[in-house]
T-cell receptor, first 113, second 114 residues
């Protein structure tokens, strides 16, 4: 069974631009979570989606948003990019919100210049 | 608070030795504690996980020890190998519910010398 896939793997943007990252969960998994990983702040929870609904949101500004489609694929969007948004953005999937095990994708490395 | 504190920040072990990484948490509502292994350029991979109703769980060379009263848990890697060199993260979460989110420790960079 294929793992979690994330596209693109690498992205370079400039300040003020916006970016959209994509995540395809493991087949049959319907819950998708997003995390930001930086050297300074470590791994931090962004949000979780299930059945096209956001169930939980971390402590990030409103510039960070996401959505989930009927096929469980998810996208996250960051508007008005700041230098501090440079990070590895990780997507994790699980069968459903009641299943604890979450499987991570390889991440999208975003660099903001 | 939701913090999970992890130590040490880095660890160097000889091949065949035991690697021990410790974590402590504050939120007593946490009821699922996974450990993740991350290699450079890769996403975290689930290694082993434990719930508070057991004090120890072993899978191959990896063992989690859990002390509920002290709110601490640790990862032991027996017979450490150079291929184990990676960054290890402990995490904690509240199962199910709308508050489910993994709260991660700061990570431990493990180097196993040949």
């Amino acid at each position: 069974k294929a793992g979690v896939t994330q596209t693109p793997r690498y992205l370079i943007k400039t300040r003020g631009q916006q970016v959209t990252l994509s995540c395809s969960p493991i087949s049959g998994h319907r819950s998708v979570s997003w995390y930001q990983q930086t050297p300074g702040q470590g791994l931090q929870f962004l949000f979780e989606y299930f059945s096209e609904t956001q169930r939980n949101k971390g402590n990030f500004p409103g510039r960070f948003s996401g959505r989930q489609f009927s096929n469980s694929r998810s996208e996250m969007n960051v508007s008005t990019l700041e230098l501090g948004d440079s990070a590895l953005y990780l997507c994790a999937s699980s069968l459903d919100p009641n299943t604890d095990t979450q499987y991570f994708g390889p991440g999208t490395r975003l660099t903001v210049l | 608070q939701q913090q999970v504190k992890q130590s040490p920040q880095s660890l160097i072990v000889q091949k065949g030795g035991i690697s021990i990484i410790n974590c402590a948490y504050e939120n007593t509502a946490f009821d699922y504690f996974p450990w993740y292994q991350q290699f450079p350029g890769k996403g975290p991979a689930l290694l082993i996980a434990i719930r508070p109703d057991v004090s120890e769980k072993k899978e191959g060379r990896f063992t989690i020890s859990f002390n509920k009263s002290a709110k601490q848990f640790s990862l032991h890697i027996m017979d450490s190998q150079p291929g184990d060199s990676a960054t290890y993260f402990c995490a904690a979460t509240i199962s199910g519910g709308s508050a489910r989110q993994l709260t991660f420790g700061s990570g431990t960079q493990l180097t196993v010398l040949p």
